[in-house]
Every structure is written in structure tokens, then in C-alpha cells.
């Protein structure tokens, strides 16, 4: 079997919308970079490997990951929530919003922006999910999102000063 490394947008589609698809395609990028190594590939050419019981344990240990970063996701959303409704509640009661404000584009940005920003921070809370190599699919697609927050979160922030 060939075995290569998964084109990053791709598996978040697939790690969004087709669980199954991601997990495959996490073993196949995880082979792809197991075979780097000669004494790996040494084996793989004689047939030796993997074994079914080696590719048996890393869909468990991708599957474990998935979870691991789906928690993750979720309850640093779940968080961030809890925090905007803190501060709706918090902005009515002391009449800072009110249903009567206007409308202000500044003040959506920079509060979206904020929050984008606190989300990435808080996912990188909580459990590792880093292997020894530090290239497995769920590595590069947390450093992918982690990255996407920090840079829409600064984005809406500097947009404030454009408006």
C-alpha cells in the first residue's frame, strides 16, 4: 500500500464532516512519516511492516486523538460562550447594552476579536496532544486552527481601527 501524507484542508473537511475518511487518512499520513525512518522503510520493503496489529494500534491512538481534540474544541467553545453570555448579562444589568444602542460595528469587532482570541488561548489548555515526532495529522490540523483563531481574532482587533 501507498502510503503518503494528507493535504491539511482536506482532512479538516474529513475530520469535520467524515470521521472515518480522517481516520484512514490519519494512518495513512502517519505511515508516510513512520517510512522516513531507513530502519522503518528497511522493513516495509521486506514486508515486514506494519503488522496489522501496529496499524490496528495507531487507528486506536488517531482515534483517541480525535476525541482528544474534539474535547478539546468543544469545551474551550463551550467556555468562550459562557463567557460572551457573562458579559451580555453583565453589559445589560450594568446598562451598557441595552436593546435601544445602536448598532456598533466597532464594538462587534472588537468583541469577536477578543473572543477569537481567548478561544485560542483556552484550546491550548487541557491535555497534550503531542506525539515524539510531533508531525501526526491531529498535530498539524490543532496548529492549523489554533492559528486560524490567532489570526482572526488579531484581524477583527486591527479592523477596529479601520472603522
Known amino acids: 500500500m501507498l502510503y503518503k501524507k494528507a493535504n491539511i484542508i482536506k482532512a479538516i473537511f474529513c475530520y469535520l464532516f467524515d470521521r472515518p475518511r ?15 525512518a531507513r530502519d522503518l522503510r528497511k522493513l516495509h520493503e521486506e514486508g515486514k511492516y506494519p503488522t496489522e496489529e501496529s496499524l490496528k494500534e495507531m487507528e486506536s491512538s488517531i482515534i483517541n486523538f480525535a476525541d482528544l481534540l474534539q474535547e478539546k474544541i468543544v469545551k474551550s467553545l463551550f467556555l468562550v460562550t459562557f463567557l460572551l453570555v457573562v458579559m451580555l448579562v453583565a453589559g445589560y444589568f450594568t446598562d451598557a447594552i441595552h436593546p435601544s444602542l445602536s448598532f456598533d460595528t466597532k464594538y462587534v469587532l472588537s468583541v469577536l ?10 484550546i491550548s489548555l487541557g491535555p497534550e496532544l503531542e506525539t515524539y515526532k510531533g508531525k501526526s495529522l491531529h498535530e498539524v490540523f490543532f ?3 489554533r492559528t ?8 477583527c482587533l486591527v479592523l477596529v481601527f479601520a472603522f
Do not use: D, K, P, Q
Not at 22 to 36: D, K, P, Q, R, T
Not at 148 to 154: D, E, K
Open 143 to 145: 496548529v492549523v486552527f
Open 113 to 122: 476579536g477578543a473572543l477569537l482570541l481567548v478561544w485560542s488561548s483556552l
Open 22 to 36: 480522517y481516520i484512514s487518512m490519519a494512518v495513512a499520513h502517519n505511515m508516510a512519516i513512520n517510512l522516513e
Open 148 to 155: 486560524a483563531l490567532l489570526i482572526s481574532g488579531t484581524l
